[in-house]
Nanobody, 122 residues
């Protein structure tokens, strides 16, 4: 079994910053990619940023230049540094990991964290 545990959400004023963390633990052979998605009330879940095992990154246009995704492979942890936050960034942020899970026959799985609330408001 694999678990993703997120932390770092909260309430912040417009223009402020937050840093989200997501640690993957369990029977992990390797992680292909990790990323962050978000879901605002009444909206579909959308991609925020992803990072692949080779170091490549991908960002939603709405967060480019403001958010930075990084990864600590030794700790199986992904971070999302969010700067210049706007009210429209308010959402539940979910961590995602595309990984090879250990076992008699390792298999590839997609896991999600429980979500962490980010609220940007004055």
């Amino acid at each position: 079994q694999v678990q993703l545990v997120e932390s770092g959400g909260g309430l912040v004023q417009p223009g402020g910053s937050l840093r989200l963390s997501c640690a993957a633990s369990g029977r992990i052979v390797s992680i292909y990619a990790m990323g962050w998605y978000r879901q605002a009330p009444g909206k579909q879940r959308e991609l925020v940023a992803t990072t692949a095992s080779g170091g490549s990154t991908n960002y939603a246009d709405s967060v480019k230049g403001r958010f930075t995704i990084s990864r600590d492979n030794a700790k199986n942890t992904v971070y999302l540094q969010m700067n210049s936050l706007k009210p429209e960034d308010t959402a539940v942020y979910y961590c995602n990991a595309d990984l090879l899970q250990g076992g008699f026959l390792p298999t590839r799985h997609d896991y999600w964290g429980q979500g962490t609330q980010v609220t940007v408001s004055s």
